[in-house]
Structures are given as structure tokens and as C-alpha cells.
T-cell receptor, first 114, second 114 residues
Framework: DVKVTQSSRYLVKRTGEKVFLECVQDMDHENMFWYRQDPGLGLRLIYFSYDVKMKEKGDIPEGYSVSREKKERFSLILESASTNQTSMYLC?????????????FGPGTRLTVT | SQKIEQNSEALNIQEGKTATLTCNYTNYSPAYLQWYRQDPGRGPVFLLL?????KEKRKERLKVTFDTTLKQSLFHITASQPADSATYLCALDLFSGGYNKLIFGAGTRLAVHP
């Protein structure tokens, strides 16, 4: 079974703090993704990576950065957290083998910025 | 503008009936369309994928149709059970340049009553 784990289920941070969200997958997937999910808006793609040390901006990258130093690990960084970054953050991975890109998601991190 | 829409109102049905969920999109040309299930506080779980040249796909009690002319997908759960209660997300799979990028709808919450 594909397993995607995220470092925290719940996180509370203060405005201006630097926040690290970690994601690890154990299926040797090439592709990894970070989404945020807000009520009524669905999942929105923040950043993705198709290889180690590679990153691509998604639809809402402002205020975020990412790091992928190892194939199994993809980190999301909030350089200076703001209250509008309070959200559910979901990490996902998928394989590049074949063209059908079903994604496997982690359990999510609910981040609250106060 | 580009949009993907799912019925925002919850769908309430009686156990044993067929649930039908709708996904409509505009100004996209997806290569595939995917459906996911999401339980409260958890990440989405992949259910089914249908290609643009397929009209219908089945998996156990699930059936998905894909009409690229109407720009619509229908997701059916036959003989529904209370355990099917969850939020169901559709996602357009925009495969291009060798990469898959998913655009998610906001989801429809299904409640199956005994």
C-alpha cells in the first residue's frame, strides 16, 4: 500500500513565524504535490515537484516555498505565516510510470495561524 | 473563465438507492477525469479514472460516465450504504508535456440514511 505521511495532524503558529510542513512517501514516486483545502474552494495546488531538486509553481504559490532534497521527502515552507494561511494542507504523490496520474494523499495538516 | 463545478448542496438519499453526483466543467480539455472520496479530517482517496475516449467505467458498485461534448461527468453509487457517506471530489486530469496536473472541484457531500 502506498503510504504518504505528514509530520503533524494539527499545528498552531503565530503570525510571522516560519513554518515547516514535512511530507514523506514510501512508494518511490517521482511526483509530489502540496495542496491547501478551504471550505467551498476545493483543493488548490500550491507547488509540485517532478524530480529531486525540481519544483514548479502551482496555482497559488505566493507566500510559500518548497524543498525536495530527497525523492521521498517534500517540504512546504511558510516563510512568514499569516492568518490567511490558516487551512488544511494536503500532500500527495504519484508515479510518472504511464500517463494516468492518480494521486495518493497524506492525512493532512490542519494549520491555524493566530 | 475556467471552472469546475460540483453540486455544493449535500445529497441525502435512502440506503439501497442509487446516488448520482454531477461534475461540470468549462474551458478545460481534460485527458482524464478522476473521482476521489474524502472522509472528514482525512486526505482524499482515489476511486476511479475515466479517459476522454471512454463513455463509461465501472468498479464494483461505482459507475462513472464522461461526456466531453456536454463537459460533464456523472458518478453513480448503486445500492448505497451508510458507509458510502462522505464527500466526493471530481478532478480534471490535465496531462500535457509529460506531466499530470489535477484541477479539483469543491466536492459534494453524500449522506446515506438507513
Amino acid at each position: 500500500d502506498v503510504k504518504v505521511t505528514q509530520s503533524s495532524r494539527y499545528l498552531v503558529k503565530r503570525t510571522g513565524e516560519k513554518v515547516f510542513l514535512e511530507c514523506v512517501q514510501d512508494m518511490d514516486h517521482e511526483n509530489m504535490f502540496w495542496y491547501r483545502q478551504d471550505p467551498g474552494l476545493g483543493l488548490r495546488l500550491i507547488y509540485f515537484s517532478y524530480d529531486v531538486k525540481m519544483k514548479e509553481k502551482g496555482d497559488i504559490p505566493e507566500g510559500y516555498s518548497v524543498s525536495r532534497e530527497k525523492k521521498e521527502r517534500f517540504s512546504l515552507i511558510l516563510e512568514s505565516a499569516s492568518t490567511n494561511q490558516t487551512s488544511m494542507y494536503l500532500c500527495a504523490s504519484s508515479t510518472s510510470q504511464g500517463v494516468e496520474g492518480e494521486q495518493y494523499f497524506g492525512p493532512g495538516t490542519r494549520l491555524t495561524v493566530t | 473563465s475556467q471552472k469546475i463545478e460540483q453540486n455544493s448542496e449535500a445529497l441525502n438519499i435512502q440506503e439501497g438507492k442509487t446516488a448520482t453526483l454531477t461534475c461540470n466543467y468549462t474551458n478545460y480539455s481534460p485527458a482524464y477525469l478522476q473521482w476521489y472520496r474524502q472522509d472528514p479530517g482525512r486526505g482524499p482517496v482515489f476511486l476511479l479514472l475515466i479517459r476522454e475516449n471512454e463513455k463509461e467505467k465501472r468498479k464494483e458498485r461505482l459507475k462513472v460516465t464522461f461526456d466531453t461534448t456536454l463537459k460533464q461527468s456523472l458518478f453513480h453509487i448503486t445500492a448505497s450504504q451508510p458507509a458510502d457517506s462522505a464527500t466526493y471530489l471530481c478532478a480534471l486530469d490535465l496531462f500535457s508535456g509529460g506531466y499530470n496536473k489535477l484541477i479539483f472541484g469543491a466536492g459534494t457531500r453524500l449522506a446515506v440514511h438507513p
